[in-house]
């Protein structure tokens, strides 16, 4: 099984609401990853963990919480967004801890706020 | 600084040409460097990768070739069909320093 599974697939959120994205993986990946991606826009990487402890953020603002409960989930956390979070959010996993090697990436949710 | 450069921004191929894509880095601390393929509404899928240590890597349709003293490597897709049609993004990973980084991407658009 070397699929990576996200939800929702979609989400309309209001700029006070609270939401979470949820993804889990069954392929014994210890790196888990979020990206952000705009339309027509490479993903941009924003956070890594690699056996269940955060090792990268890349000065992603505090209204995005990562969360990885075991080393099958990784959660992210949304509060107080604004129009311009509105995007693809994806959510990949590797076999090692860097990004190097091999990423599986889920299908994504796709984010509005409004 | 962009650290990746992708060329050319789209591609157009007639069915059975041959599609190249190019990308250009400057870190040689670089050690890794894969091909993805997205669809529309679709997450990236890892096509194939290269390390720097071997000049070429052929995957059935998909070859990468790659010149380090140049910096430069370019994913080759033989006899290209309409179903190749996509987005494709190069990246190079420094796997010592834990990123990998994105070129811009290549629409590709494959006419039957």
């Known amino acids: 099984d070397t699929e990576v599974t996200q939800t929702p697939k979609h989400l309309v959120m209001g700029m006070t609401n609270k939401k979470s994205l949820k993804c889990e993986q069954h392929?014994?990946?210890?790196?888990m990853y979020w990206y952000k991606q705009k339309a027509k826009k490479p993903p941009e990487l924003m956070f890594v963990?690699?056996?269940?402890?955060?090792?990268i953020n890349e000065s992603v603002p505090s209204r995005f919480s990562p969360e990885c409960p075991n080393s099958s989930l990784l959660n992210l956390h949304l509060h107080a967004l604004q129009p311009e979070d509105s995007a693809l959010y994806l959510c990949?996993?590797?076999?090692?801890?860097?990004?190097?090697?091999?990423?599986?990436f889920g299908p994504g949710t796709r984010l509005t706020v409004t | 600084q962009q650290q990746v450069k992708q060329s050319p921004q789209s591609l157009i191929v007639q069915k059975g040409g041959i599609s190249i894509i190019n990308c250009a880095y400057e870190?040689?601390?670089?050690?890794?460097f894969p091909w993805y393929q997205q669809f529309p509404g679709k997450g990236p899928a890892l096509l194939i990768a290269?390390?720097?240590?071997?000049s070429e890597k052929k995957e059935g349709r998909f070859t990468i070739s790659f010149n380090k003293s140049a910096k430069q490597f370019s994913l080759h897709i033989m006899d290209s069909q309409p179903g190749d049609s996509a987005t494709y993004f190069c990246?190079?990973?420094?796997?010592?320093?834990?990123?990998?980084?994105f070129g811009d991407g290549t629409t590709l658009t494959v006419k039957p």
């Open positions: 963990y690699s056996y269940e402890k955060l090792s």
């Open positions: 990246a190079a990973a420094n796997t010592n320093a834990g990123k990998s980084t």
């Open positions: 290269i390390r720097p240590d071997v």
């Open positions: 392929m014994g990946h210890r790196a």
């Open positions: 870190n040689t601390a670089f050690d890794y």
């Open positions: 990949a996993s590797s076999q090692d801890s860097y990004p190097g090697y091999e990423q599986y």
